[in-house]
Structures are given as C-alpha cells and as structure tokens.
C-alpha cells in the first residue's frame, strides 16, 4: 500500500457502456495526476490537478473526463471508449507539482474496452 | 527537458550489484537526475535524486559524473525483488515541472 489507492484494480467494459475510475490519497498532497500505461509503450501523463483545479490536459480526447471534488480525490470519467483506450490507468500525487522527486503512485487498474 | 538515454534491458546476478548507465548529455545547470523503478503491474516508485553530488540512501547509490553528462544508478546487492523497468529522468525542480517518462531499463535478477 502506497498511500495512493485506486479502484477498481480491473475493469471491462463495452464500448457504450459509461464507468469511472476513483483515486484516493491521504497523503496531504495537493497535486494529482492521471497517467494511461499501454502496452510496450512510456507512461503518458493525461491530467494534472493542483488543488483541485485542472492544470493541464496533454490532447486526451473528451471520452475522458477527469474530476477532482477536493484535494484527496480524483476520478476519470470514461464513456464510449475505444478498444484501443485498453491501458493501465495509473494515479499519483506529489506535494506540488514541481516536487518531481515525491510522487506516490497507485498500483494502477487495468482497463480492458471490448 | 534534456533527454536521457537508457539500455533497454540488462540482466543482474541475484547478490551482486547491479550497475544502471543513463547518458544525459544535454543536460542543463539546473537539472537533477531522477530515478524511479516500476515493478511488473505496479506504479512507478521512487528511488533518489541528485544533482550533482553522490547521492545515498537505503534503496540505491547515485553516482553522477563530474560533468553531469551521464549518471550511474547502483543497487549494492540486488534481489529477485529488484526485477523491474528502471526509469532515469532529468528536468529541473522548478514549479509547473511534471514527471515525464521515456522507455527505461527493464532490469532482470536473475538467482
């Protein structure tokens, strides 16, 4: 346990259906991000959120659509997902955003699109 | 951000150090060198960081060279448990700064 817990850790879903993804830390962090994890590929950095307000959003289309309610939660939204969306999603969390050395990362869910 | 360049795999003997190269030869004044590890199914981890001195701490050694060009991530004795994708970063610690990731070393201990 990290202190970055993410749920579910596996999902399927059809490409009509509308799901979401849940990040909590209590870590006291301010800053929180989503990365998408596929296959032989880098982690990509999606969303960035500093207390609670979207900072950056790197060209993630708009099946995905995050939200962070307060300062220890975040989700991503999904709907109408393609099959090529199937990833690692993983969640972190640094004290601000600049902290590159202090980022906590959940242990990720494995979405599957069929 | 300068960017870094890794060995896409490299075994490990199970006990003995093992020893992580990343050439950062663009690297600026201002930069550190970064180093997280992802263990097969699980987030990224943290090891250390530095600038430009030697770095230590119950993990891992840093060695950086005197010109900052390239950086040596040491585990003094390595475990099963050390299996995974070694990622070597380089930005600078400056506010607005996210961590961006390129393909790292996937290391394998080997018994």
């Known amino acids: 346990e990290t202190g970055v817990t993410q749920t579910p850790r596996h999902l399927v879903m059809g490409m009509t259906n509308k799901k979401s993804l849940k990040c909590e830390q209590h870590?006291?962090?301010?800053?929180m991000y989503w990365y998408k994890q596929s296959a032989k590929k880098p982690l990509e950095l999606m969303f960035v959120?500093?207390?609670?307000?979207?900072?950056e959003n790197n060209s993630v289309p708009s099946r995905f659509s995050p939200e962070c309610p307060n300062s220890s939660h975040l989700f991503l939204h999904l709907h109408t997902l393609q099959p090529e969306d199937s990833a690692l999603y993983l969640c972190?969390?640094?004290?601000?955003?600049?902290?590159?050395?202090?980022?906590?990362f959940g242990s990720g869910t494995r979405l599957t699109v069929v | 951000d300068a960017k870094t360049t890794q060995p896409p795999s490299m075994d490990c003997a199970e006990g003995r150090a093992a020893n992580l190269p990343c050439n950062h030869s663009?690297?600026?004044?201002?930069?550190?060198v970064y180093w997280y590890r992802q263990i097969h199914s699980q987030g990224p981890q943290y090891i250390i960081h530095?600038?430009?001195n030697n770095e230590t701490n119950e993990m891992a050694s840093l060695i950086i060279t005197e010109d900052r060009k390239s950086s040596t991530l040491i585990l003094p004795h390595a475990t099963l448990r050390d299996t995974a994708v070694y990622y070597c970063?380089?930005?600078?610690?400056?506010?607005?700064?996210?961590?961006?990731f390129g393909g790292g070393t996937r290391v394998l201990v080997k018994p």
């Open positions: 970063i380089v930005s600078p610690m400056a506010a607005g700064n996210k961590l961006t």
């Open positions: 972190a969390s640094s004290q601000e955003i600049g902290t590159l050395g202090g980022y906590t």
């Open positions: 530095g600038l430009k």
């Open positions: 663009t690297i600026s004044g201002n930069e550190y």
């Open positions: 870590l006291g962090h301010n800053a």
């Open positions: 959120y500093s207390l609670e307000e979207r900072v």
